[in-house]
T-cell receptor, first 117, second 112 residues
Framework: DSGVTQTPKHLITATGQRVTLRCSPRSGDLSVYWYQQSLDQGLQFLIQYYNGEERAKGNILERFSAQQFPDLHSELNLSSLELGDSALYFC????????????????FGEGSRLTVL | DAKTTQPPSMDCAEGRAANLPCNHSTISGNEYVYWYRQIHSQGPQYIIHGLKNNETNEMASLIITEDRKSSTLILPHATLRDTAVYYCIVRLFTGGGNKLTFGTGTQLKVEL
């Protein structure tokens, strides 16, 4: 158990819909990272938040957005869903990740499996 | 982040040492080598990291060459539960936005 909690574990929805994935980081961790893993793409970095502020952005589509709340949990919002958005979405957390702060290792949750039909 | 090169797959007999190589010839002086693994669709798991000295923990050992252009992850007594994709990643230890950039990794298959 990494200490990172993701909900829901599984989600099935239709094209055009919107979903929200939730992540609770390990106690004391300030950074949250979101990754997408689809069969043909491997693990792709989407976005990172550190203590409520966006810190780094990767290959995140404009239809996707994320935020980190004052209690440090994070949500990833996926809208106008397409078949190609079907994937495992992982959240990770680390103690650091801010400017000049050692990141520490990343701890990953078990993922949310999204199926778009 | 420096690019890494790993063999796509390796086999290992249970109980034997598994030695997983990684080339990172463009690594810079302040970049660390990290290893993670992912067991069939589970979340990736941190294994070990190092800068230039050899490192050992309860999971594995990391051997980094003197010129730091390559490294080897050693699982001393592989078990069936070590079957996974192993990722070698090079990145800075500090700095904002220290994401991990995953490559394709090495699929390690441990067999009886």
């Amino acid at each position: 158990d990494s200490g990172v909690t993701q909900t829901p574990k599984h989600l099935i929805t239709a094209t055009g819909q919107r979903v929200t994935l939730r992540c609770s980081p390990r106690s004391g961790d300030l950074s949250v990272y979101w990754y997408q893993q689809s069969l043909d793409q491997g693990l792709q970095f989407l976005i990172q938040y550190y203590n409520g502020e966006e810190r780094a952005k990767g290959n995140i589509l404009e239809r996707f957005s994320a935020q980190q709340f004052p209690d440090l949990h994070s949500e990833l919002n996926l809208s106008s869903l397409e078949l190609g958005d079907s994937a495992l979405y992982f959240c990770a957390s680390s103690v650091g990740g801010g400017a000049g702060v050692p990141t520490g290792e990343l701890f990953f949750g078990e993922g949310s499996r999204l199926t778009v039909l | 982040d420096a690019k890494t090169t790993q063999p796509p797959s390796m086999d290992c007999a249970e109980g034997r040492a598994a030695n997983l190589p990684c080339n990172h010839s463009t690594i810079s002086g302040n970049e660390y080598v990290y290893w993670y693994r992912q067991i069939h669709s589970q979340g990736p798991q941190y294994i070990i990291h190092g800068l230039k000295n050899n490192e050992t923990n309860e999971m594995a050992s990391l051997i980094i060459t003197e010129d730091r252009k390559s490294s080897t992850l050693i699982l001393p007594h592989a078990t069936l539960r070590d079957t996974a994709v192993y990722y070698c990643i090079v990145r800075l230890f500090t700095g904002g936005g220290n994401k991990l950039t995953f490559g394709t990794g090495t699929q390690l298959k441990v067999e009886l």
